[in-house]
């Protein structure tokens, strides 16, 4: 009943921007649609016209010159959401665009807003993707706002033989502008969705923002005399968001579910679970994910039938797996791929040509 | 059922292209093996060091980055392997290398070198192969050590590649020809009287004093150097009170000849580097005012400003 009145919510929203030929409904515009190349022609769009919520729009005049970080970390998340699932029987595919959903359509379909698993993942890789875009954007001097971690100019130790240099990761402004352009949205929503949804959605925000701070590291650099380690310059940097992802599925792999029941605080679903504390960096989800075997036209899921498979293995990819005892069809593949490259002074490359024929499986 | 990929490159654009190449050789029934993939002005597969820093580019090899810039190509990726960043950082780092090269201690020490602070530019990197990393360090840290120094870090032989595609010079199996040269020069003394291989040595040197020499007497496998009369011209590390007292070492140098040292009536050009609590002399020349190339230093000297740490990184 609940979930039929919110999948209801972005068909009304399109139909109704259709009817009336106006914006996309002022407050349903969802930020990660900046994420996809072929959305529109973003780089000649204002702020009004982006698929952004009346307040993102206001902090997107305020702010312009972050717009180019938004859409890279609405790019890094999703790219990175796919990356990690490209094996899962959920894979993280985003919907296509059409002219008639005018962006308003959820870019991850029923995922977004069925309180899942997936749901918990996809907020905390957005969330860290805009925390890591923003903060390169710093480092690179692209802001006025913001740069390099000025507190760690200086300093070290000297007696270590290493002093702080380069360029630091400031990661403190990319978390708070990331709380600012994507909590607040969801706190001041109007009481349409369950409160714990909320809260779920506000949790794993902060939970994608905790592991990029909590994977940053130090990089060091020796430039003494002939490459030695008499002089070293250390700086403090971000881990790649690839490492970022794998952390973040851990989590999810390892996700809490919380009772939809949650008055004051978020607890456990499970009684016997209750006094184990729920950390900052969990992910929380509140509903069960549904079958993605089978296709399922209502809620989005394409299912996977047709998915590329891999015959000998026993893991989630596995043809067992991923086609859900469905059985394969293999097909034959023909390859061409330079192989026995070596460098020839100077300066090329040399290849030759090597043609293969592999098989490819695929899910009944 | 199911839609094949007929084919698979590195990037589309390369996959095209292959493709084309290979169906326009079999129409024309010539069927060339080989692929070439040469020069490129436009990289688009490098990841550097930190993978947001600058994009790669191909910049031209500059005059004064005297490491490479007769290397045999010439023009470069910045920022280069060794996640150096900018041209001035290159430099700078490149600079303390110079000497080594003029050791000649390896036939492939620049050809090394060059592959990572100056590497060619081609469609991704290429590194220095292992063997060519072992050869070179195998015969040149011997050298370095003369001169206080370790084969560093960063050139660690076992992070270079193998069997894959990697940059050497001459074919693995070539024996080095060995010189067999009975007693070999001390390192420090087996330098060239050229104003800009001096130069090379000053700012690769922390130390220069012009002086004159009261003995020259053996200690502990070094040759221990007492001066008599010294004026500093770059006193880098040494404290004017520790001067007074100054005692210099030529490293490991007890047994290996040093000509400039066979003459101790005139001045010498000396340089060198402090390691722990000895001074280690890295070169010596006779200070010869009559000597163009002497001549020409000392006028190049007096405004030449040799690649600073503190201006490249800060």
């Not at chain 1, 097909?331 to 040399?350: G, M």
Request: charged share 25%.
């Amino acid at each position: 009943m609940d979930r039929a009145a919110l999948l209801a919510l972005p068909s009304l929203c399109a139909l109704w921007a259709a009817v009336l030929s106006l914006l996309p409904c002022g407050t349903q515009g969802n930020w990660m649609w900046l994420g996809i190349a072929s959305f529109g022609v973003p780089e000649k769009l204002g702020c009004a016209d982006l698929p952004l919520n009346s307040r993102q729009k206001e902090l997107c005049k305020r702010k312009p010159y972050l717009l180019p970080s938004i859409r890279e970390g609405a790019r890094l998340g999703i790219q990175e959401c796919r990356s990690q699932f490209r094996h899962e029987r959920w894979n993280c595919m985003v919907a296509t665009t059409t002219s008639t959903q005018l962006a308003t359509a959820p870019l991850f379909g029923y995922e977004l807003s069925s309180g899942t698993k997936e749901t918990a993942f996809i907020y905390a890789i957005m969330a860290a993707g805009l925390v890591h875009s923003v903060t390169r954007s710093c480092s690179a001097g692209n802001m006025t706002e913001c740069s390099c971690d000025t507190t760690l100019q200086n300093g070290g130790s000297p007696s270590e033989g290493w002093h702080w240099g380069g360029c630091s990761d400031d990661v403190q402004y990319g978390m708070w502008f990331s709380r600012k352009f994507l909590d607040l949205p969801i706190r001041n929503t109007t009481g349409k969705e369950s409160r714990v949804l909320l809260a779920m959605n506000l949790h794993n925000n902060e939970a994608g923002r905790q592991a990029v701070a909590k994977l940053m590291s130090v990089d060091c650099r020796c430039h003494g005399v002939s490459g030695s380690c008499a002089v070293k310059t250390c700086w403090k940097t971000m881990s790649s968001f690839e490492k970022i992802g794998h952390f973040l599925k851990d989590k999810y792999e390892n996700s809490i579910q919380i009772s939809d029941k949650t008055k004051r605080k978020m607890r456990r679903r499970e009684k016997d679970q209750r006094q184990t504390p729920i950390l900052k960096d969990d992910l929380l989800y509140v509903h069960k994910s549904p079958n993605y075997c089978v296709e399922n036209k209502k809620l989005g899921i394409p299912g996977t039938q047709g998915r590329e498979c891999n015959r000998t293995s026993g893991g989630a990819d596995g043809c067992n797996l991923l086609c859900c005892g469905r059985g394969y069809n293999t097909h034959v593949v023909r390859h061409v791929e330079r192989c026995e490259c070596k460098f020839i002074w100077c300066c090329y490359v040399r290849c030759r040509r090597c043609e293969s024929m592999t098989d490819v499986h695929t899910c009944k | 059922m199911g839609v094949g990929r007929s084919a698979r490159g590195r990037g589309g654009a390369a996959s095209g292209v292959l493709l084309a190449l290979a169906a326009a050789l079999l129409a024309a029934g010539s069927a060339s093996e080989y692929d070439y993939v040469s020069f490129q002005s436009d990289i688009g597969s490098y990841q550097s060091g930190r993978f947001y820093t600058k994009p790669p580019q191909c910049v031209d090899i500059p005059v004064d980055l005297r490491l490479c810039h007769n290397v045999g190509y010439k023009k470069m990726v910045l920022p280069n392997l060794l996640e150096h960043e900018t041209m001035a950082e290159v430099k700078q780092q490149a600079s303390s290398w110079v000497p080594l090269l003029n050791k000649n201690c390896h036939m492939g020490t620049q050809v090394f070198l060059c592959s990572l602070f100056a590497p060619v530019c081609l469609d991704r990197p290429i590194y220095p192969c292992r063997w060519l990393c072992e050869a070179v360090r195998d015969s040149c840290e011997p050298v370095m050590q003369f001169f206080g120094f370790y084969w560093p870090e960063m050139l660690k032989c076992d992070k270079f590649p193998e069997g894959d595609v990697c940059i050497a010079m001459t074919p693995p199996n070539t024996t080095e020809a060995s010189k067999p040269q009975g007693t070999t020069v001390c390192p420090p003394c087996d330098n060239e009287l050229k104003s800009e291989a001096i130069i090379e040595h000053l700012c690769a040197s922390e130390f220069a004093l012009r002086m004159k020499i009261k003995e020259v007497k053996k200690e502990n496998g070094d040759k221990k150097i007492v001066p008599k009369k010294k004026k500093p011209l770059k006193l880098g590390p040494i404290k004017k009170k520790e001067l007074k007292r100054l005692v210099l070492f030529l490293k490991n140098g007890a047994d290996c000849p040093c000509h400039q040292l066979d003459n101790l009536s005139h001045n010498f050009l000396i340089m060198g580097r402090k390691v722990k609590s000895q001074y280690l002399l890295t070169a010596i020349h006779k200070w010869d005012k009559k000597n163009k190339e002497f001549k020409n230093f000392m006028k190049r000297m007096k405004n030449h400003e040799c690649p600073t740490f503190q201006s490249v990184f800060k």
